[in-house]
């Protein structure tokens, strides 16, 4: 029964707040307009116990198990004032706790509104085929892997899933951040939380709930978010004993100065408020810019690691580069070509090598021809015969060896093609040079500009590793205007060369990598990043997600971290200098009272609240 | 063993954590080391014992000390 009353107290605190204010108007106009006094004091009394019975209750629970919370300093605070009957004080401090209580609340809920979009994508129900065949609405807690279920336009995938049958076309920007709808047949992965635009999907659940890919996110996202960096957690237990030390000290400020006021006011000013709150409010609010636009940070000591980056790992091919080698020039020399191209189809067909795939792709259709007496020379490329002709396929030491005639014409051209940074096919018919083509992997598009932003947001090194050879290297760093490059390695020297960076010049590291061959040195760096779009291992290996891979979302990542920072340390200072000004006015000076202490108190809170807001808006 | 997830009404004051958090750790048969609970996205998470716990006493802890529970799972 008394917990009933407590609850509903405290469910309607907003419309208390309301007549509480109300009340101290009319007891104000009652004293300043008519003279009223006998209006004014009840209504200002009414107004006081009105109000401070909501504050009381949290009081009191929080007692219960052992906590000073901030309610039991303004209950205790109040009540003095009541003890000394200055209930205009009581009034306007109950009444400016609880309103400020509700602007909290209203502000809160933007700073988390960002996040809350996030996990309200999360699909809630799913049509589920039941022991009699039919399909059925249920909520999607009651699906099982196994499962099969009917998927029909606009409605959201509720599971991760393989298609049974049908086809449709799926938004699936919620995981990958690609607008653009993907087509899904037989056989192809569907993914909870990305939309079908059109068709009709029956698929079979294979993962459901938390374990698929959206769940995943959802679940780093809002750990991330209450996650707390090592300065947030000293703040947490520092208020755990600043709040009863306030308590204290107000005790022996009254036993000594046998002054009620004055202790009543050290209650009140010492809550603690903007400074616990101030810095998870920067936080959820960087995150949820984050969310918003693609990019996930996992948790506040990203945020710090991130925004003091000087060194910028990066690997090349899939991550700089795109990752499939293209064929950039091609010259002919002499007559015959069509045949000559035919041949070297058909010898390069029998290869796995990535430069073959990319000359067959140049080449396109083409007669072929029988190859015999294939031959792989090592470090070289391949010989064999096709109809009667020797024809050799590689680079220039084959053609060496094989006595090609290499003419003036065509060594000034394969010195060119090098000094681009291509890797070059030859090819000889009986031997004479008839091909030459550069094959390069081009640079991903934007990514020259998003490094520039990188370094205009101060990381200072931006450094290349690749198992390629040092040629390309040098020429891909030339064009992106990197700080460093280094070919040859592989990854567990990429591992030690992070390692090195780390712990011998105490540099902050972030390498950017594919989820699979560079782990470890993803591991190892402050941050790792890894590009493969919304897929397991990447977003179990980053400390930053990229949706989709977006090496574009990198500037945003970093200015957003380092924007963050800032805000939390804004937001610190701003705490720590109300307290500051607040106790030096309270000895210093004539004006400082009870009210007016919880009136900047307050303001302070949302001063905090409003400029964590900010981050919402932060773009790039 | 289970895990218990509750989704409370919007969290507002650092504090109510505080209190929460202790109202929780009273119970015998809750991992305590398990126990979170985020301000932010206002849920609480923790590792219980089902055989010395029953989840409806917890929620019924957590209503009693005034906010409100929007779903609450375990498994």
Redesign the interface.
């Known amino acids: 029964m008394a917990?009933a009353v407590?609850?509903f107290i405290?469910?309607r605190k907003n419309q208390i707040a309301l007549i509480c204010g109300i009340l101290i108007a009319v007891g104000f106009t009652a004293h300043l307009g008519f003279g009223n006094e006998r209006i004014t004091l009840w209504a200002l009394v009414t107004a006081s116990v009105l109000g401070v019975a909501p504050i009381a209750?949290?009081a009191f629970?929080?007692l219960r198990?052992?906590?000073v919370?901030?309610?039991v300093l303004v209950t205790i605070a109040v009540g003095g004032a009541f003890f000394i009957r200055n209930f205009e004080e009581s009034a306007i401090v109950t009444f400016l706790f609880l309103f400020g209580?509700y602007l909290?609340?209203r502000t809160?809920?933007k700073t988390?509104a960002a996040?809350k979009e996030l996990?309200e994508m999360a699909p809630e129900s799913a049509l589920k085929q039941m022991e009699n065949g039919e399909f059925e609405e249920v909520d999607v807690?009651e699906v099982d892997e196994g499962d099969i279920l009917l998927v029909k336009t606009g409605d959201k995938i509720p599971v991760d899933g393989t298609v049974l049958t049908g086809e449709g076309a799926i938004n699936e920007a919620s995981i990958t951040g690609e607008s653009l709808p993907v087509e899904k047949e037989k056989g192809s992965n569907v993914f909870a939380g990305t939309i079908l635009d059109n068709g009709t999907l029956q698929i079979v659940a294979d993962r459901v709930g938390e374990d698929t890919t959206f769940g995943r996110i959802i679940e780093l996202v809002?750990?991330a978010?209450?996650s707390k960096s090592e300065a947030e957690r000293f703040i947490?237990r520092f208020?755990?004993y600043y709040?009863p030390a306030v308590l204290v000290i107000a005790a022996i400020v009254w036993l000594i100065s046998r002054n009620i006021e004055l202790a009543i006011t050290i209650l009140v000013l010492g809550c603690p408020g903007a400074l616990?709150?101030g810095v998870?409010v920067s936080?959820?609010a960087g995150i949820g810019n984050g969310a918003r636009h693609g990019v996930l940070l996992k948790g506040s000591e990203v945020i710090g690691d991130f925004s003091r980056l000087d060194t910028m790992i990066f690997d090349k091919t899939g991550t700089l580069t795109e990752g499939n080698p293209s064929v950039t020039e091609k010259i002919y020399y002499g007559e015959g070509m069509d045949r000559a191209l035919g041949y070297l189809a058909s010898v390069e067909r029998e290869s796995g090598h990535p430069l073959a795939k990319a000359v067959l792709k140049e080449i396109g259709e083409t007669s072929l021809y029988p190859v015999e007496n294939t031959e792989v020379i090592k470090g070289g490329g391949i010989t064999a015969t096709v109809r009667g002709s020797r024809i050799a396929v590689g680079n220039v030491a084959l053609m060496e060896r094989e006595g090609v005639h290499i003419s003036e014409e065509a060594a000034s051209d394969i010195a060119r093609l090098e000094e681009e940074g291509n890797s070059l096919v030859l090819a000889a018919v009986d031997g004479e040079l008839k091909v030459l083509m550069g094959i390069r992997d081009r640079i991903r598009s934007g990514v020259k500009d998003h490094l520039q932003s990188l370094k205009r947001l101060g990381v200072k090194n931006l450094v290349m590793l690749s198992g390629d050879n040092q040629g390309t290297v040098d020429a891909v760093s030339r064009e992106l205007g990197l700080t460093e490059a280094h070919g040859n390695m592989l990854p567990e020297d990429k591992a030690a060369y992070v390692k090195r960076l780390i712990e011998e010049e105490g540099r902050i590291v972030a390498f950017v990598g594919d989820g699979v061959n560079d782990s470890p040195s993803l591991a190892l760096a402050h941050i790792g990043i890894a590009m493969g779009g919304g897929t397991d291992v990447a977003i179990e290996t980053s400390d930053v997600v990229l949706m989709n891979s977006d090496f574009g979302r990198l500037p945003h990542a970093l200015g957003l971290t380092q924007a963050t920072a800032r805000n939390m340390r804004q937001n610190i200072f701003i705490a720590v200098g109300v307290v500051f000004f607040l106790l030096a006015a309270v000895f210093f000076s004539e004006w400082m009272n009870m009210s007016i202490g919880m009136l900047v108190h307050e303001g302070s809170i949302l001063v905090v609240i409003l400029n964590g807001m900010r981050l919402l808006r932060y773009s790039s | 063993m289970k895990t218990a997830t509750i989704q409370l009404e919007?969290l507002?004051?650092?504090?109510c954590v505080?209190?929460i958090e202790?109202?929780i750790k009273?119970f015998d048969g809750v991992e305590k080391d398990t126990l979170?609970i985020?301000?932010?996205?206002s849920?609480v998470k923790f590792d219980y014992d089902d055989g010395k716990l029953a989840l409806e006493d917890v929620e019924k802890a957590i209503?009693?000390?005034?906010y409100?529970i929007k779903k609450s799972?375990s498994k």
């Not at chain 2, 209503?63 to 005034?66: A, K, P, R, S, V």
């Open positions: 917990s407590q609850r405290l469910s209750i949290q629970q929080a198990f052992k906590v919370s901030i309610d209580a909290e609340q809160l809920n988390r996040i996990t807690d809002e750990e978010q209450d947490d208020a755990k709040t616990v709150i998870p936080n959820v | 919007a507002a004051c650092p504090s505080q209190k202790g109202a009273s979170k985020m301000f932010n996205s849920k209503t009693g000390l005034g409100e799972q």
